[in-house]
Structures are given as C-alpha cells and as structure tokens.
C-alpha cells in the first residue's frame, strides 16, 4: 500500500530523536455488518478505514501516535511530532541507520485460507441465511418473540516494518455469526445467544450447522424463561464446556499477560516455576491453530504466530511477552503482541486460550459435586489483573443435586480470585471444544477464543437470591 | 480536523451520484495521553483521528457506509456503497429534517470548548502525572505500586451534514487523569481508584486524585464478605451512574417496539418509588452530554422519562418514533459502524438533600457498594442484575468493615420502586449520567 521506500523514511525520521527501536504497523480494514431484527433485514453497513500507527522504543518507554492521513507530508510530520515529544530523561543519540527494508514485504505461511472470499457469495445468501435463523427459532416455541442476527465480515491487511529491517505483510479474514433470542412470558424475558467464528471466508456461514445453532439459542432461552433463580452462596460449580474457558480467560489470562507482570501488578508477577494450579491443569495460548477465530500467521509486531504452554500440570511455564514487556520481565517473546487496529500500540494479549483436556467425565464431575451448581454455558467477565479479583456471568444453569443435573436456575453470576481458583479446579474433562470471543484490554478489543473441557470448581462463590 | 470543505463535498458527490437524500456524520478528534511509572514516563501517546459515517435513504431504505477517509472521492465510494447497502433493506419511513437556524450557536453557547485548553503543554501533563503518582503513594508504606496513571487532553469536533441543506458544527475538548493505587496487607493486594475529568485542568487536582485513589485503596484493606441475606443497598456517586447506565435500553423506544424493554406498553404507569424523577437535559452548560442538536440533525430537547415515579417518554430516533406515531425526541444517533441508535444526552435523576453519610444513617444496617466488579451479569432486556461488588457493611451510619468477595442480586424494574432516598451527592466529573447517590433495596447479598 505504501512504498517501502516511504517506510524506510518514517522509521529513520522517528529515529532522529534518539529512540534505538522504531515500528511502522499500516493497516487496511474492510467490514461489513448485515443485521436482521423483528423478521425484518435491519441494517446494513460496510466501510473501509486505513492508518498507520508509528511506535518509537527508548528501551521500553514507548512513544505512539497514529493517523488516517498517509500521504507522505503529514506521516513524516507524525514521525518529527513524536520524536520530539520524547519527555525528560531519554538522551538524544546519533540516529544510528536501521536496517534497510525489502523492497516487498515478506508474507509468512497462511494457516487461513480462505475458500470462498466474501466478494464471491452472492448477498442474497447472506439474508437468507438470517431469514432462515428468525424462522427456525420462532418455531420451537412460541414464547419465543423476537430475534436478533448478524453476520460480521471482515478482511484485515497489515504490514509491519521495524528498524531492524523486518517488514511483513498478512492477510486476515474473519466471519462471525451472532444469533441472539428473546422468550418472553407475562412481561418476564430471558435472553439467550450464540455467536460463532473463524478466521474463515464465506465457507465458514456454508458450513455452520444452523438447524443445531438455532435449537441451542432457542431451547436455552426458554429454559431459563422457566427457570426459578439461582441459590446464591459459596459452592461446588461444575462449568461446562466451550465459553466455559471464561474461567481461565479471566481467574489467570490477563495476570499472565507482561503488560501487567512488568509493573508487578500481577497476583503471578515472579511465580514461574511455582505451582499456582492444581496438578490436573495444563493450560495453553494457541496462535497457530487453523482457521481458529483467535490465531494469526504474525502477531501485530510481525513475529510469527506461536503456542505457548502456559501452566503445565499447574506449574507456571510461561507469559505471553510482547517486545517491551520481554524486555522489561526477561522473558522470551512469544509472539502475543496484538492491537484492535492501528490507533493502539501493541502489547501482550491472548489468542486462543484453553485449558487442555484430562481424565474425567461429566457424570464423575456432578457425582464429586454432590450439591452446587453446573454451570453450562458462560456469559462474558472481567478482571483486575493487579488484585486478581475476577467475575463472570452465566448464561445457562442448573443446580446440582445428589449429583445429577437437576432444575433450570438463571441469574447466576460467579465471582472469586484467580489465585484461589487455581487450585481448587480438582477435575478437568476430555470434552474439549472453543467459543470465539472478543476481548478487551489496554491495546484495545481483539478476537480471542476460550475453551476447555468440562471442569469442576471444588468451591466459587454463586451470586444468586 | 476537520475542513472547511466536507460539506461541499459531501452534497457534490450525493448530486454527482444522484442520491437526493443522504446525511453524514463526521467526527474529529485529537488526544495526548501521559502515563507515568515508577518515577518515568513510561509511554506518550498521541494521534489524530476521524471518521466519516454516511447514510443514503432512497425509496425509504436506508443504507449505510464509513470511511476515515475526507477526500472527495473516498466520500463519493462511501455514499455510493451506502445506497448499494440500502437496496437489500425493506422500507421503513424515515425523514432527514430540514436545517434549524440558530442551533450551531446554541451548540456553541454551551459552553463545551475551552480554546486554551488546547496550548495545555505536554510538559504540565507529564510533571502532573509525575506528582500524582508521588502523592499516591505518599504517608503509608501500605502502599505499594501505581499500575495505571495516565494523564490526558483529548479535543474532538463533529458535525452533521445532509443533502437537505444541514450543516451542524461542534466542539468540545477536557483533560483529565486516572489513577490506580495498589495497598497490601498480609499479602493481600487491593486497588484504590480515582479519576478526574473536566472542562478545565487545574494543576494541582493530582492532591485531591491521589488522597482519594490512597484513600480508598487503604480503607479496603482487610476486606471480606458479608454473611448472606436481603439487605438495603447504598450505591454511591461513582457506583450509581454506573448501575443505572446498564438499564437505560429500557427506556429507548426502538427497543420496546422491539420487545426487548420491560417498558414496553407501561407509559403512564408507576414504574418507580414516589419523588423518583428522571430527566434528559441536553442544555446543561459545559456538561460531558450536552448538545444543541442529535445525530440525526434534530434539535435536541429536554425529555421527561419519569415524574414522580410514573413513566412519562421513550427516547425517540426519527424512525422508531414515526413507528410508535410519535415523533423523533432529538435522541438519535449514528453509530461508528454504521446504524441508528437511541441515546440520552444528559440524564438527570433529581437529587434530594443531604450526603452519602445521611443515606448510611437512615437504616439499622446495609451494604455500601463503592465498586462493581464487571457487567456482564446484567441482562437490559430482563433487568436481571447479579454482580460482584466491593464496598462497606455499614451499621447505624458507620462503615463497621470493608466488604469483598460479595455479590447483589434482583431486578432493576424492581429496584426502582425501592429507591427509599436520593441524595444531593453527584459525581462533579465529565459524563452524561447525573445520577446521585442513592438508598434502595432490600437486595439478595450473597457472601
């Protein structure tokens, strides 16, 4: 998109300020959102945003700026504005030559191909395929009032060019599909949704089993229609499948990103090596896994993508590193270093998270609960990495009783800290599988993935009535 | 930030094209940001952004398409792809109103734009930043570590244009810092928080946003639950807004007619507890959701939702509104990505009298909660809420202990017919929810 001639002249103008690392990350963007409500087609709408984002290093203090304009002028203006805002205390140096680029981008190994690009599935296809969800959920129930679908497409082109002579340039697709039902009974509504993904083309909405989709949405919200609210209290909770991986995602993902190791504000700051789980978890961050909704060829600081085996049999092994929290922790990159677009500077997150499959069954899970709660499907949560204080809620429930899965609850949230729930994670099924998923942190919102087997928390806090 | 020359753009490619009618809206916006660590500044941030949004109505469909792009003929794919867009949709009546004299003044009189907050240098962020991260951690070594401080300036301009002649311009910019204090004790960490963000920066704010982030970190030390049962619920001025904000679907009319609002049919019904009163105030001087006109190019105006406990209004965006038979409130918006949207400009939950230690003192006992802990335990459409939070047992006015690892649960609709007292305590930073503390319950606690 730009020469990389240009390129070259941003990253030395970035360096006349004494910063010994400059990165250029340019971004092409194109995506379209097609959205059904009320049985109708409600919006449609598409765009394209493109931008640079210019990051200069004195050792791990970052200057960042970015902008939409990428005519030559105002990006060797971006470059002088921010290599003269460099603050107190970073010397000026002579601006060593970087290395030079390739006159083409190098362009890894696509994990993702795509088959059927979005350009090439006719747009009628798409509507049917909303229309088709709307009529398949309205029909298992007639609780069931109303119906919200969308189709998300996006295509993502990046390049990313350093001073030490890298540049590389990837391709990304991503389909998703968000379903979402209401079931409504005497002014009393419940909601439930799915909302599957992969880094995928149109193939991906070809290959879904809708008639399953919609029977999950649609039999879920009327189940928790009907369902009395949970019990609240402390307990054993048995977390289903899938999105279940919220758990990890929030109790022990973010305390393991160096964004919050590096300023000790981390419950799992100086823990490698250490046992922090119990010894039937083996937890790992995957970029690599094809067509996965979170992976990637190269992160958003050009390193090829990687899998990182995070705790293994509840022993820390690793952080996910970006360049500056490598740096600042002393540990390995490993290829996590990530951003919504080009208007954030990159820094650790997480791709596909999950908590590896192990030797139990389901039916041994409830049988060890006894009493509690089984919690089949999360909902979204949150973190603060620093106090490990995490939360989550859940979308679909049901209480446990003499071991078995007894009657519906809704309204469950569960909440604890990741140092404390670690360990008490006692058994871990076999029945892996990953939900796609959209997470946020300081470099924005990225596509992740969660997933783990079924898996029993010996005690969480249930908040309930 | 944004030219002169966009809305002679806009309505020249719209002719060129043959759209006849189409609006646009465009926002600016330009920020630094400081943050500071352990005695350095640890990263600077600073950009320019802007997008454009634009929406084509041909045969009453609606179309719609973005671009970060001002150039002519980037505009002109933008209006071109949002009819393409429109063609796929069914028709749903909607108007572009016509142009209203007086309302950039009337933006402009607001009062949201400080011109010489703009030459605020980076210089005075950066030495603020520095202070305050000395003052969090000043008088206890309790106290441990700042993991997020950042200081910032942020100015934006917008305006919204149509082929129907209107052009409207506004701007506004604030600075502001945040700070995060870690205190430990026993090994067990907790977070203090403070934030500042106004229409002017006083250089000495980082005394006041360090004593309270300090403050609060350290009066949650030794914090634990609280035996589980229905208890009263005082959320305070940062923790009101924050709860109230989650429900506000409830009041947009495209939602009802959606059936996804448990307002839905309820006009005119007592929703809440006597003197709850609740109103949108778009014209309130220098406020974080003060505006002259709305997304869609209508005047905004003041709005009733709640008088006295009974349901007065919807929020209207001009389609949903002609769909209700009513009209648009001047409460649309046009979203990033595209879309209409329905939101509040300056919502107003008229304050009673008296502090937040007059609420504590009303009942025998209840849970102050000064934090909630994530939202995603709050379903709009239900007004089902079940959230960790972080605060105070209190008995008889007095904070007997802190509180953590807890939970609250019930239903908003609920809830508000349980508001038993408003206060006067209001959160004096930027934002659009003036929400007081208030006394409500009981709710399910469980600890």
Redesign the interface.
């Known amino acids: 998109m730009l020469p990389s001639s240009l390129l070259e002249k941003i990253l030395l103008r970035g360096r006349e300020g004494g910063a010994d690392f400059t990165e250029i990350f340019l971004e092409e963007s194109s995506?379209s959102?097609?959205?059904l409500?009320?049985g109708?087609?409600?919006?449609?709408?598409?765009?394209?945003?493109?931008?640079l984002g210019l990051r200069l290093l004195y050792g791990?203090?970052?200057?960042?700026?970015?902008?939409?304009?990428l005519e030559e002028g105002p990006l060797l203006d971006l470059a002088a504005?921010?290599a003269a805002?460099?603050?107190?205390?970073l010397p000026p140096a002579a601006a060593a030559a970087g290395k030079h680029l390739s006159p083409e981008p190098l362009r890894p190994e696509d994990r993702h191909p795509v088959r059927v690009p979005a350009a090439a599935a006719p747009?009628g296809d798409r509507?049917e395929m909303l229309q088709f969800c709307d009529r398949r959920i309205r029909a298992f129930d007639p609780s069931l009032?109303?119906v919200n679908a969308r189709c998300l497409e996006k295509e993502q082109l990046v390049w990313v060019a350093n001073s030490e002579g890298l540049y590389v340039h990837d391709r990304r697709t991503y389909s998703r599909l968000m379903v979402s039902a209401?079931a409504?009974r005497g002014?009393?509504?419940?909601?439930a949704s799915e909302n599957p993904g992969r880094r995928a083309g149109f193939e991906f909405f070809r290959e879904l089993d809708l008639e399953d989709l919609c029977a999950t949405v649609a039999r879920r919200a009327v189940t928790m229609l009907r369902a009395e609210?949970?019990r609240?209290?402390r307990m054993p909770v048995v977390i289903g499948n899938g999105f279940g991986g919220v758990i990890f995602h929030e109790s022990c993902g973010h305390s393991l990103e160096t964004e919050?190791v590096r300023?000790?504000?981390s419950?799992f700051a100086g823990k490698l090596g250490q046992a922090i789980a119990h010894p039937v978890v083996t937890a790992v961050d995957d970029g690599t896994l094809p067509g996965v909704w979170g992976s990637t060829n190269i992160d958003d600081e050009g390193l090829p993508a990687q899998r990182t085996v995070l705790i293994e049999r509840g022993v820390l092994r690793s952080y996910l590193s970006d360049r500056v929290g490598a740096g600042e922790v002393g540990v390995p990159r490993t290829g996590s270093g990530r951003r919504e677009s080009y208007?954030l500077?990159p820094v650790a997150r997480m791709r596909n998270t999950y908590i590896d499959r192990g030797p139990h069954t389901l039916a041994e899970m409830l049988a060890a609960a006894g009493d509690g709660l089984y919690a089949k499907t999360m909902?979204?949560?949150?973190v603060?990495p620093?106090?490990?204080?995490?939360?989550?809620?859940v979308q679909e429930a049901y209480e446990i009783k003499n071991g078995a899965v007894g009657a519906p609850r809704?309204?469950?949230?569960l909440?604890?800290?990741g140092v404390e729930v670690l360990p008490r994670i006692s058994m871990v099924g076999s029945d892996l599988e990953f939900d796609a998923g959209t997470c946020g942190a300081a470099s924005g919102s990225v596509p992740t993935t969660v997933g783990q087997p079924s898996l029993k928390v010996d005690e969480l806090?249930?908040?309930?009535? | 930030m944004i030219p002169d020359t966009l809305f002679d753009i806009f309505t020249g490619a719209a002719a060129h094209l043959k759209i006849p009618l189409a609006d646009a809206s465009c926002s600016a916006s330009r920020h630094i940001a400081?943050s500071v660590?352990q005695g350095?500044?640890?990263?600077?941030?600073?950009?320019?952004?802007?997008?454009l949004?634009v929406r084509v109505v041909e045969e009453q469909r609606?179309?719609?398409?973005?671009?970060?792009?001002l150039f002519p003929e980037s505009v002109a794919r933008?209006l071109a792809?949002?009819r393409e867009?429109?063609r796929?949709?069914?028709a749903r009546p909607v108007e572009l109103p016509l142009p209203r004299p007086g309302l950039n003044g009337a933006q402009e009189a607001l009062g949201l734009y400080a011109p010489d907050l703009e030459s605020l240098p980076?210089a005075d962020l950066?030495n603020f930043g520095l202070r305050l991260e000395r003052e969090c951690l000043s008088g206890d070594s309790r106290l441990?570590?700042v993991?997020?401080l950042q200081v910032f300036r942020v100015a934006g301009e917008a305006r919204h244009l149509s082929t129907r002649g209107v052009e409207y311009r506004s701007r506004a910019n604030s600075a502001g810092a945040y700070a995060?204090v870690?205190a430990a004790e026993g090994g067990q960490?907790?977070?203090g928080f403070s934030q500042y963000h106004r229409r002017r920066f006083d250089p000495e704010a980082w005394r006041e946003i360090g004593a309270e982030a300090r403050a609060r970190a350290l009066a949650k030390l030794g914090a634990r639950?609280v035996s589980?049962g229905n208890f009263p619920v005082v959320f305070d001025r940062e923790t009101a807004p924050e709860f109230i904000g989650l429900f506000l679907t409830a009041f947009s009319g495209e939602a009802a007619?959606?059936?996804?609002s448990?307002l839905r049919g309820r006009l005119g019904e007592k929703i809440a507890a006597e003197g709850v009163c609740l109103e949108d105030r778009p014209f309130l001087p220098g406020a974080g959701g003060s505006a002259a006109f709305d997304g869609e190019g209508y005047p905004a105006q003041p709005l009733t939702l709640i008088e006295n406990g009974v349901f007065r209004n919807f929020l209207y965006h001009d389609a949903a509104g002609r769909e209700a038979g009513a009209a648009s409130t001047g409460h649309g918006g046009m979203?990033a990505?595209?879309?209409i949207y329905t939101h509040h400009h300056n919502l107003v939950l008229e304050p009673g009298r008296g502090g937040l230690e007059d609420l504590l003192r009303l009942p025998p006992a209840c849970l102050l909660v000064t934090e909630m802990?994530?939202?995603?335990?709050c379903?709009a459409?239900?007004g089902?809420f079940?959230?960790?939070v972080q605060g105070f047992w209190v008995e008889r006015g007095e904070r007997v202990h802190p509180v953590?690892?807890?939970?609250?649960?019930?239903n908003f609709f609920d809830l508000l017919q349980n508001i038993k007292t408003i206060s006067a305590d209001v959160d004096s930073n930027l934002g659009s929810l003036r929400i007081p503390a208030f006394l409500a319950g009981p709710v399910?606690?469980?600890?």
């Open positions: 995506s959102s097609l959205e409500l009320d109708k087609m409600y919006a449609l709408s598409s765009g394209t945003i493109r931008g791990t203090k970052v200057r960042y700026g970015h902008t939409s304009r504005n921010l805002a460099r603050g107190p205390a747009a509507v009032t109303q209401v409504e002014g009393d509504r419940q909601t609210y949970a609240g209290g919050a300023k000790q504000a419950v208007s500077a909902g979204g949560g949150s603060n620093a106090t490990g204080e995490f939360n989550f809620a809704r309204g469950a949230t909440i604890g800290k806090l249930v908040g309930g009535r | 400081v660590f350095q500044v640890e990263k600077i941030d600073q950009a320019e952004a802007r997008r949004v609606t179309g719609f398409s973005f671009t970060e792009d933008a792809r949002a867009n429109a796929w949709l069914p980076v950066i441990i570590n993991p997020h995060g870690v960490p907790k977070m639950p589980p007619l959606k059936g996804m448990r979203g990505q595209g879309g802990q994530g939202t995603a335990g379903n459409v239900s089902d079940s959230l960790g953590d690892q807890v939970t609250v649960a019930g399910a606690v469980s600890g």
